[in-house]
């Protein structure tokens, strides 16, 4: 029943920019870290960014100082602005969240987006 779904891909232009939103719902008690991922053409799938609940935030060298994580916790929502894009972050991005199902179980539990396109080009 759990589930994260991302939206806000697209087609964009080199220096341009994108927000891409995910959203968990579904039996949780609680979201912990959720994360961003990315995964190009040939390549491996590489973290992209990462948050905790306290909205403590880290970043790939590659994006930083361009892309900004954030999250609403009320709404078990996590965000992606994207700016000053390049065609090397042309990719299928992923959202991840690391999660409590109850407040009588203490296990953490990982779920993943299907993934939403994002295409710079000119």
């Known amino acids: 029943q759990v589930q994260l779904v991302e939206s806000g891909g697209g087609l964009v232009q080199p220096g341009g920019s994108l927000r891409l939103s995910c959203a968990a719902s579904?039996?949780?008690?609680?979201?912990?870290?959720m994360g961003w991922y990315r995964h190009a053409p040939g390549k491996e799938r590489d973290l992209v960014a990462t948050?905790?609940?306290?909205?403590?935030?880290s970043y790939a060298d590659s994006v930083k100082g361009r892309f900004t994580i954030s999250r609403d916790n009320a709404k078990n929502t996590m965000y992606l602005q994207m700016n000053s894009l390049k065609p090397e972050d042309t990719a299928v991005y992923y959202c991840?969240?690391?999660?409590?199902?109850?407040?009588?179980?203490?296990?953490?539990?990982?779920?993943w987006g299907q993934g939403t396109l994002v295409t710079v080009s000119s």
């Open positions: 991840n969240a690391d999660y409590l199902r109850s407040a009588w179980d203490d296990r953490t539990l990982e779920v």
């Open positions: 948050i905790t609940r306290g909205g403590y935030t």
């Open positions: 579904g039996s949780i008690f609680r979201v912990n870290v």
